[in-house]
């Protein structure tokens, strides 16, 4: 069965990791997402890594592409991208906003080439000339310090970092939305369009339940609703994370630790209950799971408390519960040789072809140059020119 997106040709000129990874949530599902980089390559390869050789990070955001070398500032390899533009079904890029035009790469330029070209530009803070921020470097944890998510984990003290690049990675899933979006537009009209994404609308995307401001409220209300008497705790073994917001949860919880009359008492019959009267919970709770150790805790206590184990991400790899979705598969890498990696985002129920690995820099250029219509004495002069690799 053909998949979602087969036939669908994604030039990709993103770096580091919320482009790229949106990209290869599109070809996941189908999409043939060809990577296009500058002669140095993706940034991202070049960010330090404990993996000996190449990027974990890159590799693990990467995968399902062929990536062609094409310097843009060379008048050469922009007649060559856009060559590749005309066949293309959709560019998507990362440049902040004052970049694409500078290049030859904006969105009339490229539409004069391919109208119906569907173009998402991911940017930090957005393209609205009016915008302060609107051409300032936008990382991750800078948007993570901006719109107040920082502030949030530090519980009023000191602003803490999500690890993890959560913004990021919330942001690839945004650029893919898009683009799929502007694909069923496509599909709908025959009409392309400019489709946009960036780092600010994910980092107070991720937090509109707390981006609301009621009239007569002041500006720096708690909006969070509280820890109640969820959270993570210590047990004779290992750390445990648990929550009872519901009733059957909460008795069943009081059952399992040792204060089953505390389940009956209408005192902590709700959530709102439980969590204004969590200081009075919390030290039972402490004390009851000192019994058993955090994997024996889940075993007990599964399907009746929702609680999970702490655990750190190299236990995935053989977990019952992501082998059994088909999380992982299993690549031969020319630098790293044979590693183990993550499938898929999005199951599908017909048309879900096998991962591929991360392309190595400019590994299929010449594939992807005769397959837009470039014949060996093209290549050799684009080579020749700087223009490719």
Known sequence: MPEALQGIVVLDLTQYLAGPYGCTLLGDVGADVIKIEPPAGDMGRQYPSSLPNENRSFIGANRGKRSIVL??????????????????????????????????????????RRPDLIYCSFTGYGENEDGPLRDHPGFDTMLQCFTGLAAMQGG?????????????YYSSSMVAIAILSGLVHRLRT?????????????????????FIWADGEPRDIDRWWGPGIQGIYETKDGYLFLQATTLPFWKNLSKHLGFPHLGEDPRFDTHVKRTALRDEIRPLIRGGLMQHTALEWEQL????????????????????????????TEHEHPKIGKYRAMTKAVKMGVGDRPTTRAPMLGEHTDDI??????????????????ATA
């Open 301 to 328: 206590m599964l399907g009746q408390v929702p609680c999970i184990a702490i655990r750190g991400i190299g236990d995935m790899f053989d977990h019952p519960q992501v082998l059994a979705e088909g999380l992982v």
């Open 71 to 112: 310097d843009l500032k060379r008048p050469e390899g922009l007649e060559a991208f856009y060559r590749l533009v005309e066949q293309a079904d959709v560019v998507v890029h990362n440049f902040r906003p004052s970049v694409p035009k500078r290049l030859g790469i904006d969105y009339e330029t490229l539409r004069s």
């Open 190 to 210: 025959g009409e392309g369009q400019h489709v946009r994404a960036s780092l600010l609308r994910s980092a107070l995307s991720l937090q509109a339940g707390q």
């Open 156 to 168: 009023g003290g000191v602003p803490q970092i999500l690890q993890g690049s959560i913004v990021d």
């Open 369 to 386: 140059l005769t397959q837009f219509g470039f014949n060996e004495h093209e290549i050799a002069m684009l080579r020749a020119k700087g």
